[in-house]
């Protein structure tokens, strides 16, 4: 079975053809764009900005290498069943999950702020997976789902990097998936947090999983 290598720390990544998928995390308005969820717990929503191009060239890039692609929202029912009292009371900010924002409802699925800024919108046929939680495992079908793919490994994009992104590798790692992490495709309201999490991932050898620039993995892409 031939391979695709990419450079990456804190060594080479390979992925057994056929095997690879990207999955791509919460890139909503609410979190990307001001008057969502992320301006209302007071974050500078300009600090994710510059993963939404990069994450719009790795979706071409694995797009036309034919890699299955998986899409990920943070939302929660209308009625707020799935959305456990602990989580709605976190962050003190001036709106809370459930209330009504300048994008509708804050993480409500069918609201305007639930979904995916257009520049990297899913596209037909592509599976978009609705969580409650931080991790793309916890309470959805995301592991029968790449099970039934053939998927193995796992390129990852998305906000948050120490958030949302670094938990669901972490539930992909305990779940037997081999991830890694573009570096550009990936942001933090704060920096320092995004550069903090990839060293945790890439630590002891890879305990969590990899990373690597985007340039080495779209590189290694156009050899598929």
């Known amino acids: 079975m031939t391979t695709i290598a990419i450079k990456a720390r804190p060594y080479g ?3 057994p053809t056929g095997k ?3 999955i791509v995390i919460d890139m909503q308005r609410d979190f990307l764009e001001p008057g969502g969820f992320g301006a209302a717990l007071g974050n500078d929503v300009s600090q994710l900005a ?5 994450t719009a060239t790795l979706l071409a890039a694995a797009r036309k290498a034919g890699l ?4 990920t929202r943070e939302l929660h029912s209308p009625d707020l069943a799935d959305c456990p009292p602990a989580k709605r009371r976190r962050g003190g900010g001036s709106l809370r999950i459930g209330d009504e924002g300048p994008m509708g409802r804050i993480l409500v699925a069918g609201e305007p702020g639930g979904e995916i800024v257009p520049e990297v919108a899913p ?3 592509e599976v978009v997976i609705d969580k409650p939680g931080k991790g793309a495992f916890h309470a959805t079908g995301l592991d029968s789902v790449l099970r039934n793919l053939g998927i193995t490994h796992l390129l ?13 590798m972490r539930e992909a790692n ?8 573009v570096e550009e495709a990936t942001a933090s309201y704060f920096p320092e947090f995004k550069k903090a999490a990839i060293e945790m991932i890439v630590a002891q050898g890879g305990i969590v999983g990899w990373a690597a620039p985007l340039a080495a993995v779209t590189a290694a892409l156009e050899t598929v």
Do not use: K, M, N, W
């Open 13 to 15: 990544f390979e992925a």
């Open 174 to 181: 305990d779940r037997g998936y081999e991830g890694l992490l």
């Open 123 to 125: 596209l037909p046929g």
């Open 156 to 168: 990852f994009a998305g906000v948050t990097t120490e958030v949302c992104v670094q938990t669901t």
């Open 20 to 22: 690879l998928g990207l």
């Open 50 to 54: 510059p993963s939404i191009a990069a």
């Open 68 to 71: 299955p692609v998986i899409h």
